[in-house]
């Protein structure tokens, strides 16, 4: 690796995209040709491939949504491939429009990244020029700077499933699944993404941003694994000394997570702040009623201000031992109501009916009757 990419992150950039500008810098410095650099992730549950990383900030939020792998041959082709080999197009192959970022770039070199034999998704280079004219030495010179990508990524992806894996573990051993099933999780996580990404633009927020609130969210009852099964299982609605003891399972979820960070020595982990502040604060309500701080309006992280109201949605929409679920537009009206009375925020329960049809797909594709994908 060359001495001035080590020397740049020495610096340490202290976000991933931080990380991945500088690369790009670097790769500007032997190819100038290259327009921009960037990354798109693979979610597994829903098919779908979502930007993540870009070398230019907070480029194209208007990325095409439904851009899914298996019903795109081209692509499906493309994440077969073996690893580490760089396949160009140009402008006029129909798999561009889903790669391209920057207007002056005619052509783009892609290479799939893989974890394990797993794909998890693709860095793209653009270029200004078309890819016939890339030389051999200037092919080495991409896939070199992909794989090292393809290693930043998967380095923090790895630490993220870690911690995934402990706390699934740990679930395991209660019956936790009963009540937060994978899927509950897994929808959650699929509204905060789409809440966060309706928000992108207002609030400049970069793709890794949305990408770390989808990964996060599915975190955010881990204190409930502390919670014992005659509460958290109960057929009933629970009484009040029973929803106070299930209001410790916050307090007991920032305990276990900085328990796990210190036992996998993640504390320094970037983004590790997200993590605790979707833990922390997704029973916050704006008008300060919420729990455990009774935090007030922008003082709770957006984050989680978008936790929480993916979170209620989901609630509302599944069923529970207790109830049967609603209806979207019914759960809703029931978001607006709580949103009049100054208890969600407002930005995030508008993102929820600008994207409707979106909510709906997700709880066709994730709901409770299927099997996890
Ligand atoms: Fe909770
Ligand atoms: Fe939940």
Redesign the pocket.
Known sequence: MDAKVISLLANKPDTLNGRLEVLHECLRQSLPQITQSSCLLYDEKTDSLKKFLSSHHFASHGMDESLYLKSNQALFTLCQQEEGKLVSFATDDPIWQHFQQDPQSLAASIIPIKQAQRFIGFVCFEIEHLPQHLSDAEKITLSLYAQFISMMINEELSLVNTLLATVRAARDFTDFRDFETGLHLDRMACYARIIATDLAKKHRLSDEFIEHVHIFARL??I??IGISDTILNKPGRLDDAERSIMKT??EK?IVMLEQVLNDYNLVDMRDTDMMRNIVAC??EYIDGSGYPKGLKGKQIPLEARIATVA?IFDALTCQRPYKKPWPLDDALAELEKMQQANKLDAECVAAVRRNKAEFEKVMKALSDDKKPL
């Open positions: 955010h009852d204190g409930k399972h916050v979820g997704h029973h979170d």
